[in-house]
């Protein structure tokens, strides 16, 4: 309770119970005035971020493949004259 409160506000005061409620539903309107942003905001990121996963994985995959193409060079070709 503040230190200069009347005696009429020290009465409403002590009088008032104390309201609690989780911090998921607080009394916050940011959360409704922003919700729809941050939704479309999560899932813009969530799809670069799935394409990236899928070059990364991609390009992986090509650089596995590639020594298998080198192995299919026989040792024994002849080479070309320079």
Do not use: W
């Not at 009394?27 to 999560?42: G, I, K, P, T």
């Not at 990364?56 to 040792?75: H, M």
């Amino acid at each position: 309770m503040p230190l200069n409160a009347d005696a009429t506000f020290a009465k409403t005061y002590l009088k008032d119970p104390f309201r609690l409620s989780p911090a998921a539903t607080g009394s916050s309107s940011l959360r409704d005035d922003y919700a729809q942003a941050l939704f479309v905001l999560m899932a813009i990121a969530g799809l670069v971020l799935l394409v990236t996963y899928g070059n990364i994985a991609s390009l992986l995959l090509a650089r596995r493949r590639e020594p298998e193409k080198l192995q299919c060079v026989s040792p024994s070709a002849p080479h070309a004259p320079g």
